[in-house]
């Protein structure tokens, strides 16, 4: 199975959330990033995942420049594979693949206009999507859910990448609107990606199984 992982916008939590799917994933699993870029700053959420999970996590392109890939690779002058040529390679792998996009969901990866969306279509994979938790996020969550089942891709459900230890009202009347849009797979924990290995593996389950537990507690 392969599952294709979006964000609703930079910096809601993605490469962490890879890793928590990775890290409670049943049997053996790879990560792949098809596309890294800010390498120059020293950007690698590959090996941000190997490190919190110690799966095999691999980058295949790496640009420089923290920007959206075709824009990256233009500055720098290289050209890039397809979103048809990352569908091939992918589809030959070991049958349980996760997929860290860079960016959101209609970011250009190739020179063609192609996009994780158009990536999520060939391969015929489920989505998960990570949204934040405060202000805006039903609004990017819609956007994007929206996207996808326009295009007919399954939607597996929500990820709430940073959960603040203090939520305050937008926040707790955001995740109860989120399940409106699809299922709240997990609600991980701000912060959760400064955790050693062995702390994250363990409480990866936690945020999974638990994912309501911010909504009974709002009500009571």
């Not at 049997?27 to 941000?48: C, F, H, L, N």
């Not at 594979?81 to 992918?90: G, H, M, S, W």
């Not at 230890?165 to 701000?190: F, Q």
Request: aromatic share 2%; net charge negative.
């Amino acid at each position: 199975m392969i599952t294709v992982v979006t964000g609703t916008s930079t910096g809601v939590g993605k490469t962490v959330a890879t890793a928590a799917l990775a890290a409670t994933a049943t049997g053996s699993v790879v990560v792949v990033k098809p596309v890294q870029t800010g390498a120059a700053q020293g950007d690698s959420d590959a090996r941000e995942v190997a490190r919190l999970t110690g799966v095999d996590a691999q980058e295949w392109t790496v640009l420089d420049d923290p920007l959206a890939p075709d824009t990256a690779a233009r500055r720098q002058g290289v050209a890039i594979p397809t979103v048809a040529d990352y569908a091939e390679r992918l589809s030959s792998m070991p049958p349980d693949v996760i997929v860290e996009g860079a960016g959101g969901l209609l970011v250009r990866m190739d020179a063609e206009g192609g996009t994780l969306l158009d990536l999520a279509e060939a391969l015929g994979a489920e989505v998960v999507v990570v949204v934040a938790a405060g202000l805006g996020t039903l609004n990017h969550t819609e956007l994007t859910v929206d996207a996808l089942r326009a295009r007919g891709v399954d939607v597996r459900g929500l990820v709430v990448g940073a959960w603040p230890a203090e939520p305050g009202l937008a926040e707790r009347c955001n995740l109860d609107d989120l399940t409106r849009i699809a299922p709240v797979l997990a609600v991980i924990p701000e912060g959760a990606g400064a955790l050693r290995r062995e702390e994250f593996v363990a409480a990866a389950p936690g945020w999974f199984s638990a994912a309501d537990a911010p909504r009974r507690s709002a009500s009571s």
